[in-house]
């Protein structure tokens, strides 16, 4: 398997523009999970879903933020507008029953 | 409040010098303590599954352990290759749906 697939790896874009990251989970993977990470804060849980629905968006920082997951394979986080201290790297995870297995991030600067 | 801490902060050994990395956690009900290593732009990877008290987990120089209230990552004799941070994780929420809760992790750092 090719592991969890995120893009795009890097992404740099003005204030006030529209940012889609994109997630392929690992095929048979039930819950896919968005992750924030900064220096100050860590790695920080955005939102979840099992079996392609919403679980919990506790962690979405404010409604500038929204997730989806249309299907299985496939998940997408956006960000509009976007803010310079939406700068961070954020990852997409997946895990079947036990431990969840990480993307390799998309790194986004709003400049 | 479920809370994962981990200690040191930072911790820089020479080669050859083993040593051990805390991770201490309030959970109600532990279903599960992971451990994972992170290197510079990339994501975390999976390195452990500890389930109960007493249980060991092993990987090349690293030995993951549990107790009811804290768990170790156990480097014996590091090389330069093993430098990088480390996280450990526990599982919260309810249910079948869970998320993982992360510590903010261990930069470990390998001198030769």
């Known amino acids: 398997d090719a592991g969890v697939i995120q893009s795009p790896r890097h992404e740099v874009t003005e204030m006030g523009q529209e940012v889609t990251l994109r997630c392929k989970p690992i095929?048979?993977?039930?819950?896919l999970f968005w992750y924030r990470q900064t220096m100050m804060r860590g790695l920080e849980l955005l939102i979840y879903f099992n079996n392609n629905v919403p679980i919990d968006d506790s962690g979405m920082p404010e409604d500038r933020f929204s997730a989806k997951m249309p299907n299985a394979s496939f998940s997408t986080l956006k960000i509009q507008p976007s803010e310079p201290r939406d700068s961070a790297v954020y990852f997409c995870?997946?895990?079947?029953?036990?431990?969840?297995?990480f993307g390799q991030g998309t790194r986004l600067t709003v400049v | 409040e479920d809370q994962v801490t981990q200690s040191p902060e930072a911790l820089r050994l020479q080669e050859g010098e083993s040593s051990s990395l805390n991770c201490s956690y309030t959970?109600?009900?532990?279903?599960?303590l992971f451990w994972y290593r992170q290197d510079p732009g990339k994501g975390p990877e999976f390195l452990f599954t500890?389930?109960?008290a007493g249980e060991e987990k092993e990987k090349e120089r690293l030995k993951a352990t549990l107790t009811k209230k804290e768990s170790f990552l156990h480097i014996t004799a590091p090389k330069p290759e093993d430098s990088a941070t480390y996280l450990c994780a526990v599982p919260t929420g309810e249910g079948s749906a869970r998320q993982l809760t992360f510590g903010s992790g261990t930069q470990l750092t390998v001198l030769p």
């Open positions: 095929s048979g993977h039930n819950s």
């Open positions: 500890l389930y109960s």
């Open positions: 959970v109600s009900g532990l279903r599960g």
């Open positions: 995870a997946s895990s079947q029953t036990g431990a969840a297995f």
